[in-house]
């Protein structure tokens, strides 16, 4: 029996998770844990104005790291982002 196998869509090509590297996958499950650190943060200190901006500033950075990484331009040219803990540093 075969079952239906999950596939993402990156521009015009279709993909299963299990054709999707490794490597890209740490990377978005490092960026996914960042925005939910980054959430729980924002909650808690929803008081301070200037401190929301921030964690909202810097989720808006690991929204566009994580597109980046999935339509395949990780780097943009550019130097690559950081991913995980680093990018709480405020």
């Known amino acids: ?8 869509h990156f521009g015009v090509h279709c993909m299963t998770s299990q054709q999707i590297p490794v490597s890209i996958q740490r990377k978005g499950c490092n960026i996914l844990e960042t925005l939910t650190n980054l959430l729980y943060l924002a ?8 401190k929301l901006r921030i964690y909202l500033s810097l989720s808006k950075e690991r929204v566009q790291a994580l597109i980046q990484l999935l339509i395949g331009k990780e780097d943009g040219g550019k130097q690559q982002p950081s991913f995980g803990s680093d990018s709480l540093r405020l």
Do not use: I, L
């Open 43 to 50: 909650e808690m200190e929803a008081d301070d104005p200037q």
């Open 1 to 8: 029996m075969r079952t239906k196998q999950s596939t993402f």
